[in-house]
């Protein structure tokens, strides 16, 4: 049989060993049809054939990321002010303003990443501080994680939200001592303007699904799990345009849908009958347990140790998400949970647990996403259970440690941000970034996993955490695949499987750990088709 294309190099990482092999490999339609050593590919070369040889470049499956938010991500990235630069409040401000004066038809001014903790500040920034920078259209800046709002007095009076509004179920309107809102919105909270700000039409939504798909083409990423993104957020949800999309053959992303864990199985089997192709299926359901550590939202075994009155707070009553998992997990269902705090960690285990105990073991591979702190004593419970772990190694050095250790006791500081913790219990992981929390980038998620360096790119933060740069690699594409069912399908370089392939600009086995921070992908494959490329030059076997 002829190939389409074969790629040849001397660093092919298949993922089913621990380095990178001399191989190549030949693509016929969407599948590899062989992969073996460059001497025995010349049968698969005819007139037809591309012939892409990569040199000593590593070629290797495409990157799966397991947890991203596609709608958030491409608002984020590509129509809102960045200000995880900005250093004090009033910086963020001169910035919203810059970008207001940049875009004096836009009727919402959206920014992300603004982060006071970074800033030596203890206390949230109020709606006057934007006021004086923009006075006259509303301003909605989402904090670093994703879990809090900052906006102005224009966006607070778009909203309707007076003294008189009431706090939303898991959500606080912030108040003054006069009862005035300060411009601070938690968790659900948010939603009061995002139902406003997030007004987008259909042909900016297929803009922003377009833009996502390029992006993530760019950095070699081929798959990704599109998890609901809570009710702050409930407006950015882009189903019908990734319909669209996939019916017009024009994704060039695998993406599995996660809609949220809320009771409604009637709801739930609808997605399921209609997202059902290679390119676009509806994977499980997701829904939050808790919140983030630096709002208080994270729930916690223990007090918080600069805020001893909380423990922090789950989102659903416990007798509520027991019904919905039980439910779900009966009918089949996989399941994610958002859980951070080490009380949330153990409170998803028991749901999962509960739930086996009701309808019996299977190979659910139900997860809990983030576990930023972790009990020892539930450590092992993962395995026991079932349940698989799902971190974003880039999440450690997203804020400095003061974020964290600030908040929890001296002796949980060995558990915060756990990682080869896992690996060493023979838990099969999932890598991810949660875009766009983080960039989608997975070079930054591969450094940190490799080196633990925190916020400084200096300092390594709890060193036991490192794992092997092929362990790391395998995370975010094997693990990812098995995270959906579809290790038989995606995730390793073997004959049968899948083309989704990428060539990254170096051999990641060969470099300074320093230089992944700087690797690029050259070339992407999905579906046996070149979606990405670099200028390069193809070469004879």
């Given at each position: ?188 909270a948010m939603s009061l303007v995002g139902k406003y700000a997030y ?14 798909l390029d992006h993530a083409a760019s950095l070699g990423v081929t ?319």
């Open positions: 049989m002829k190939a389409d294309i074969i790629i040849q190099s001397d660093a092919v990482f298949t993922g089913l060993k621990d380095q990178p092999e001399r191989l190549a490999i030949a693509i016929k339609e969407n599948k590899i049809i062989n992969i073996d050593t460059p001497e025995t590919m010349k049968k698969h070369a005819g007139d037809g054939t591309r012939i892409i040889d990569a040199g000593d470049k590593l070629v290797m499956p495409g990157f799966f990321d397991s947890h991203i938010h596609i709608m958030a991500g491409s608002l984020f990235n590509f129509y809102a002010v960045p200000l995880s630069e900005a250093v004090s409040a009033e910086d963020a401000g001169e910035k919203v303003k810059a970008y207001a004066n940049e875009h004096p038809d836009a009727p919402w001014i959206v920014g992300v990443g603004w982060d006071h903790t970074a800033w030596g500040d203890k206390d949230f920034p109020d709606r006057y501080v934007l006021d004086r920078f923009v006075p006259d259209r509303p301003v909605f800046l989402i904090q670093a994680e994703g879990h809090y709002g900052w906006v102005n007095s224009k966006a607070i009076e778009t909203a309707g939200i007076t003294k008189d509004t009431e706090n939303p179920d898991y959500g606080i309107v912030y108040k003054d001592e006069n009862g005035e809102p300060t411009g601070i919105l938690i968790e659900s007004d987008f039409s259909e042909e900016q939504r297929r803009d922003m699904v377009q833009l996502f798959s990704v799990n599109d998890l609901y993104l809570s009710r702050a957020h409930e407006q950015l949800e882009g189903y019908s345009v990734f319909k669209e999309f996939d019916e017009k053959d024009e994704l060039n992303v695998r993406i599995h849908l996660y809609p949220p864990l809320n009771g409604d199985l009637e709801k739930a089997k609808e997605f399921k009958e209609t997202f059902t192709s290679p390119k676009l299926k509806m994977a499980g359901l997701k829904q939050f347990i808790d919140g983030v550590v630096t709002g208080y939202t994270a729930y916690m075994l223990d007090p918080y140790k600069d805020k001893p009155e909380t423990r922090g707070e789950i989102g659903f009553p416990e007798e509520q998400l027991q019904e919905w998992v039980t439910a779900a997990d009966k009918e089949g269902y996989q399941i994610k949970f958002h859980t951070i705090g080490d009380g949330a960690v153990r409170l998803g285990l028991d749901l999962y647990k509960n739930a086996q105990k009701a309808n019996g073991k299977r190979d659910s591979r139900h997860t809990l996403e983030h576990i930023e702190i972790v009990s020892p004593q539930d450590i092992p419970r993962f395995k026991e259970l079932g349940v698989m772990p799902s971190v974003q190694p880039y999440h450690m050095a997203l804020m400095p440690r003061e974020s964290h250790t600030e908040r929890v006791d001296e002796e949980k500081f060995p558990y915060l941000y756990p990682n080869a913790t896992f690996f060493n219990e023979g838990n099969v992981m999932p890598y991810s970034s949660d875009y766009p929390i983080i960039p989608l980038n997975p070079m930054l998620g591969l450094y940190h996993a490799v080196t633990r360096k925190d916020y400084t790119l200096e300092d390594t933060w709890n060193e036991q955490e490192k794992i092997s740069l092929s362990q790391a690699l395998k995370a975010y594409t094997y693990g990812s695949a098995y995270s959906v069912f579809r290790e038989s399908e995606i995730g390793t370089l073997e004959e049968g499987k899948l083309a989704d392939i990428v060539i990254l600009d170096r051999n990641l086995f060969d470099v300074p750990e320093k230089e992944i921070l700087d690797t690029k992908a050259e070339l992407t494959i999905v579906d046996g088709k070149v979606v990405y490329e670099k200028p390069a030059q193809a070469a004879a076997l």
